[in-house]
């Protein structure tokens, strides 16, 4: 807990006050549930991974259920790679065509989800591996942006929490990989699907107190330019605005976009965190500074927390 300590607006303290001033917390978000989406360089960089990690089993420990979606994006580009076949991007979507979407559920579903999995068990957690697939957890139509083709990228129409209660009523952690099956025209087919987006739904069905998407930027920027110009805390209207503005722009338009799609549906909080800094999770969660962004409905704005 030392890393949090330090972390706290410059406020450090010994062990036993860290984790006194994190009661509060610890109070207000045992029993709730939390929907993490993991990715960006935290899922490469070792140390940050092991921080991963160890921040999800601590959350489990102190009774919050939480729900860890991960991507994949790097192990998935290197596997093409490795078959000679280049990545195409459709407005930040990968182009998704059959022989790719088999790359995709081999990489995501098969090493990624597994290897996650077990580091959560070698961390004295209990994590259930599973993607979108089993259980019918996703069921998702074929997305159809006018004037695009994007192959095999689905739109999720359902989630079946049931799958997942079952997991977290165990106390287990759900590893989900975003592979969704079919349904309707495409019955039978893998699609892909987001991440950031995957994540949104599943926070929103489990009716989740927060979503944490983790990046590899601060959060939201005034100045995308400047890293001290960060915004802590703001509505969801306001993030609509910055999106018009340009303020948001260019990749980060899809994550600001599943705040605002999972704030629209009920849960509390959305927040954009730096994974790259250690235990980014446990700082966002157990300090009264946060670490990043954090979205709240229009009429809900109020300190962070």
């Excluded at 330090?6 to 509060?24: K, M, N, Q």
């Amino acid at each position: 807990m030392k890393d949090i300590g330090a972390a706290r607006g410059g406020r450090s303290g010994s062990p036993e006050e860290v984790l006194i001033s994190a009661l509060p917390c610890i109070q207000r978000y045992r029993g709730k549930t939390v929907v993490v989406k993991y990715g960006g360089n935290a899922m490469i960089n070792a140390d940050l991974k092991a921080a991963v990690i160890r921040d999800v089993v601590f959350m489990t420990c102190m009774g919050i259920r939480t729900v860890l979606v991960h991507g994949g994006g790097p192990e998935i580009e290197a596997m093409l790679r490795a078959v000679g076949k280049k990545s195409r991007f459709v407005r930040g979507l990968r182009y998704t065509d059959q022989e790719t979407m088999e790359i995709v559920q081999m990489v995501l579903c098969g090493k990624v989800n597994k290897d996650i999995t077990a580091l959560i068990g070698e961390a004295g957690g209990r994590a259930i591996g599973l993607c979108g697939i089993d259980g019918g957890l996703f069921r998702a139509r074929r997305l159809r942006m006018e004037g695009e083709d994007l192959g095999l990228v689905g739109e999720i129409e359902s989630v079946n929490t049931r799958v997942l209660d079952i997991i977290l009523d165990s106390e287990a952690i759900p590893v989900v990989s975003s592979v969704a099956l079919g349904v309707g025209e495409e019955a039978g087919l893998s699609l892909n699907i987001n991440a950031d987006t995957a994540a949104a739904h599943i926070a929103i069905a489990l009716g989740a107190e927060k979503l944490l998407l983790m990046t590899d930027v601060r959060g939201i920027l005034r100045d995308p330019e400047d890293a001290g110009a960060l915004i802590r805390t703001l509505s969801r209207s306001e993030a609509e605005g910055l999106i018009r503005e340009g303020v948001v722009s260019k990749g980060m338009i899809p994550k600001v976009e599943c705040c605002i799609r999972a704030i629209d549906g009920g849960v509390e909080k959305a927040h954009i965190i730096d994974g790259r800094q250690p235990h980014a999770l446990l700082t966002e969660l157990f300090t009264d500074t946060g670490i990043g962004t954090m979205m709240v409905k229009d009429e809900g704005r109020g300190g962070y927390e």
